[in-house]
């Protein structure tokens, strides 16, 4: 059986997660690219060093890792830091997700918010994005525990989200209970073990 490479995304609080989590439990490997990039700022990780010759040392925590939450406050308040943070970050992220997928057999699914954004949707076999109404996505990432404020900021930075549906090959719309949305996860697993099957 060769790999069969599935992108998917969606915004703040779509979904996304719980679709993962139910994928993972469905035993196809799942990769969060938050936690790739989480790996990647470790102390004397490469993107720590890149996110410290970008913005100085004032974004790194003590042991020398990065400090998500005050880089965080920088980007989001400045949309050419956000430029350039992704053009630093987005390739080493993109090579260590090749790295991980290259010794896996089988569905690998990518989980990342900004995956059509990055120009990524082509590396994979089927793009899958989880979508939801703004001001559902807006009350679940308040209940999260999210700033308000926060929330409706990241929401607008990530825009409406019409690129990322047109370039999905799939749609999952998370716009009635989590049983509805479990039985339109459990209909994609059918298809990815099908496709996977047949995947060279």
């Known amino acids: 059986m060769g ?3 599935v992108g998917l995304t969606g915004g703040l609080a779509s979904g996304k997660s719980t679709v993962a989590g139910r994928l993972a439990d469905a035993g196809f490997r799942v990769l969060d690219a938050d936690e790739i990039v989480a790996e990647l700022y470790r102390p004397d990780a490469r993107g720590a060093a890149a996110v410290a010759e970008l913005f100085g040392g004032g974004v790194l925590a ?3 890792g990065v400090d998500r939450p005050r880089l965080a406050e920088v980007v989001f308040a400045d949309a050419e830091a956000r430029r350039r943070l992704e053009a630093a970050i987005h390739p080493l992220v993109r090579e260590r997700f090749r790295e991980i997928a290259a010794e896996a057999d089988g569905v690998v699914v990518y989980e990342a918010t900004l995956l059509v954004e990055a120009g990524r949707a082509g590396e994979f076999d089927l793009v899958v994005s989880v979508e939801s109404p703004p001001a559902a996505q807006l009350e679940r990432a308040v209940v999260r525990g999210m700033d308000a404020d926060a929330a409706r900021a990241r ?7 019409e690129l990322r549906r047109r370039a999905a090959h799939r749609i999952l719309w998370n716009d009635g209970s989590l049983e509805d ?3 339109k996860v459990d209909a994609l697993v059918d298809e990815l073990r ?3 099957g047949s995947a060279g």
């Open 3 to 5: 790999r069969f490479l």
């Open 194 to 196: 099908q496709r996977s």
């Open 155 to 161: 929401l607008a930075v990530q825009g409406d989200g």
């Open 62 to 64: 003590a042991g020398g």
């Open 181 to 183: 949305l479990r039985v």
